[in-house]
Structures are given as structure tokens and as C-alpha cells.
């Protein structure tokens, strides 16, 4: 893909994996100039568009602090970068955006329902578990048959990474660091037995080689 040109890019996000990490990578694969910084928090959380993370600001050249471009939501910051850096699959044709989109939601829809549940007060734990798992299970199952309706080749589009693979990447790997600790079966409807499908796409992308320092580092946690 090609670098970033003139543009830099500063991602203020926490330090630690979850919602930002598709962008990080993201950032790696379109060979960026980025860096990442760390707001005080809640300190500077009045500081932030809506008063939340992560938040992009893409600088140019030409840019002073007041022209830069600032951009908040996850979806939003993912959705540029992947334009920005040809990781949309036909970017063109707007049904094909949507799904897309739509698979991407999916699997955030599930990364947040098992934080819901794994981070949740006590008493509604049982509720939070029986919403991931049917999260969970109705995801894997429909994206299983996107997968192998696309080749089974390790791609949710074409034969090449998209956004979509680059979301389901991260998210489990973020799932994988996270949680691993706390509970030994608990992403058991994820493993390759379950869905082989999707563990090939996180196979594939784990192997891009601009990724291979990230995903080292987050494999450390």
C-alpha cells in the first residue's frame, strides 16, 4: 500500500489494547508516519471531541494546529484510513462498502459484548454471559459462511487484506491478550475447532509483515 505522503498522524488512545488496535494497524499496513500518545485521564478527557477515545488527528505539511484534520469514533477513524490506504473492497460499489461495514460491526458488536460481560458487576454476569454467547454464536456462523463463500483463502473479500480482516485480527488478538488470564475457556466459541474460518483470516493478517513488530509487542502483554 502506499505511505502516507506529507500526512502525519497522531492517535491519542490508552495504553492498552482494545478499540484503538485496528487503527494502529491500520496505520502500520499503509506505512504512516504516527505516533501515539496517552492523554491524562479523566484530566484531559474535556479535551477530546465528544470526550472520548481514540481520537486521530492527521497533520499535513501545510497544516497548522488549526487546519488539521481531527476525526473521533472508531468506525469513523477505520473507515478513513481504510479508504485512505485501499483496504476497502470495491470502494466503488456501495453495497459492497456496506457489507463490509456491516461484517466490521459484527465483530465489534461481539468484542463488546464479551468485555460487557467479562468486566460487568458481579450480579449480571450470568445475563452478560448469555448475551456474548448468543452474540458470538450468531456471528460465527454467519461470518464462517461469508468465509468460505469467498474461497476460504484467509480473506472476507478478493485475495487480499481488507478492513474487515484487519477487524476480526485485532479484535481477537485484543480478546486473546485481555482476557486470556482471567478465563481459560472463555473464547472457546472462537477457537479454530468452532471457527476455522476466521482463525484463518487472523492467521493471514498476523503474517502481513508491517505487522510483525505489533503483533510481537501485543503478544508480550
Request: hydrophobic letters at 40%; proline letters at 6%; aromatic letters at 8%.
Given at each position: 500500500m502506499l505511505a502516507s505522503g506529507s500526512s502525519t498522524f497522531t492517535l491519542?488512545?490508552?495504553?492498552?489494547?482494545?478499540?484503538?488496535?485496528?487503527?494502529?494497524?491500520?496505520?502500520?499496513?499503509?506505512?504512516?508516519?504516527?505516533?501515539?500518545?496517552?492523554?491524562?485521564?479523566?484530566?484531559?478527557?474535556?479535551?477530546?471531541?465528544?470526550?472520548?477515545?481514540p481520537v486521530?488527528?492527521?497533520?499535513s505539511a501545510s497544516d497548522s494546529d488549526d487546519t488539521s484534520f481531527t476525526l473521533s469514533e472508531t468506525a469513523a477513524i477505520e473507515y478513513y484510513l481504510a479508504t485512505k490506504y485501499g483496504y476497502i473492497h470495491q470502494p466503488a460499489d456501495p453495497k459492497c462498502v456496506a457489507r463490509q461495514l456491516e461484517l466490521r460491526a459484527h465483530i465489534c458488536d461481539m468484542y463488546t459484548a464479551f468485555a460487557e460481560w467479562?468486566?460487568?458487576?458481579?450480579?449480571?454476569?450470568?445475563?452478560?454471559?448469555?448475551?456474548?454467547?448468543?452474540?458470538?454464536?450468531?456471528?460465527?456462523?454467519?461470518?464462517?459462511?461469508?468465509?468460505?463463500?469467498?474461497?476460504?483463502?484467509?480473506?472476507?473479500?478478493?485475495?487480499?487484506?481488507?478492513?474487515?480482516?484487519?477487524?476480526?485480527?485485532?479484535?481477537?488478538?485484543?480478546?486473546r491478550t485481555v482476557f486470556s488470564g482471567?478465563?481459560?475457556?472463555?473464547?472457546?466459541?472462537l477457537n479454530s475447532d468452532n471457527a476455522p474460518e476466521m482463525n484463518r483470516v487472523i492467521d493471514t493478517v498476523s503474517a502481513e509483515p508491517a505487522l510483525a513488530s505489533y503483533v510481537a509487542e501485543l503478544t508480550k502483554l
Open positions: 491519542r488512545y490508552f495504553d492498552f489494547p482494545s478499540r484503538g488496535e485496528a487503527t494502529k494497524a491500520l496505520l502500520l499496513l499503509g506505512g504512516a508516519e504516527w505516533e501515539h500518545k496517552v492523554p491524562a485521564w479523566p484530566q484531559e478527557k474535556s479535551l477530546q471531541p465528544v470526550g472520548r477515545l486521530l488527528i492527521e497533520h467479562k468486566l460487568g458487576p458481579d450480579e449480571v454476569a450470568p445475563k452478560n454471559k448469555k448475551i456474548f454467547n448468543t452474540t458470538a454464536g450468531c456471528v460465527v456462523r454467519f461470518h464462517e459462511q461469508v468465509l468460505k463463500e469467498n474461497g476460504s483463502n484467509g480473506h472476507y473479500f478478493g485475495s487480499t487484506t481488507t478492513l474487515v480482516d484487519i477487524s476480526l485480527f485485532t479484535n481477537i488478538l485484543a480478546l482471567l478465563d481459560p475457556d472463555m473464547l472457546e466459541l
